[in-house]
């Protein structure tokens, strides 16, 4: 594990050379390969290391991956042990079968959910908040605060760039075309994520970035000219 870096930081793709990296990597790309239902987006080869990294999972903890989509995610988790709720507006079908585990795919609102307080150990949040607009993001942190237990960790990340009204066009394969979805500036992570009620930053936060050198990179391996962010929040 590299542990000279902030434990809450910005997407650095030479992190993914890391050994802890590149060993879930392998294995997130060895599921993705068993089938066609399941899909790995470029940025989430960083993202989920670094949740894998900053979560507490003990075997057998609860873990709700929150806006799962079909994302392997929820099946790697499944994969170690751990017992897996996914959450979506649209949930996946035949991926338990496929792998020939048990994820209960729940298909719901990340604003509503119908889980009891204080049911999850971890909650994954990969690339969802700010897809949830002005009115939602505050009401899915506040659910997803509710059904931590105390000293649960939330482990949330998303798309970041200097500026988020700024228009961007998509230039990777498909494009090109304007991005039509959200993604956070230091206003918005402040303002939905680090001042949510009852969930505290664990740790550092280092947002220091070099556009010039970033947004180039990021659209040769993205096709955006935006990075991620990851912030673990842990419920007071
Ligand atoms: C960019 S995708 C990320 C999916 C997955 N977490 C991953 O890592 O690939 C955003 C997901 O959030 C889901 N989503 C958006 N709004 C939601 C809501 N209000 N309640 C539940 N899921 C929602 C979408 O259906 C989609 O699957």
């Not at 806006?67 to 995610?73: K, N, P, V």
Request: hydrophobic share 40%; charged share 25%; proline share 6%.
């Amino acid at each position: 594990m590299t542990d000279n870096r902030a434990p809450n930081r910005l997407l650095d793709l030479e992190e993914l050379n890391d050994p802890y990296f590149a060993n879930i990597l392998a294995d997130l790309d060895q599921l993705t390969a068993q089938e066609s239902i399941s899909y790995l987006h470029p940025s989430k080869r960083w993202e989920y290391p670094w949740a894998m990294s900053r979560a507490k999972l003990e075997p057998g903890s609860r873990v709700l991956d929150a806006g799962c989509g079909a994302s392997i995610f929820p099946i790697y988790l499944a994969k170690i042990g751990q017992r897996v709720t996914g959450l979506d507006l649209d949930v996946p079908e035949g991926l338990n079968e496929a792998h020939g585990v048990n994820v209960d795919y729940c298909q719901a609102q990340l604003t509503e959910l119908p889980f009891e307080d204080a049911t999850f150990d971890n909650i994954f949040c990969i690339s969802v908040i700010e897809h949830l607009g002005h009115e939602g993001a505050p009401a899915a942190l506040a659910e997803m605060r509710r059904v931590l237990k105390p000293g649960g960790r939330l482990l949330v990340t998303t798309d970041f760039y200097e500026d988020a009204d700024a228009e961007i066009i998509y230039e990777g394969e498909g494009g090109p075309f304007p991005v039509d979805w959200g993604f956070y500036d230091e206003d918005c992570l402040n303002r939905y994520l680090l001042d949510a009620p009852g969930l505290k930053l664990e740790g550092e936060l280092d947002l220091r970035v070099d556009w010039d050198e970033v947004k180039p990179t990021m659209r040769r391996f993205h096709g955006y000219p935006y990075t991620s962010v990851g912030l673990t929040l842990v419920r007071e």
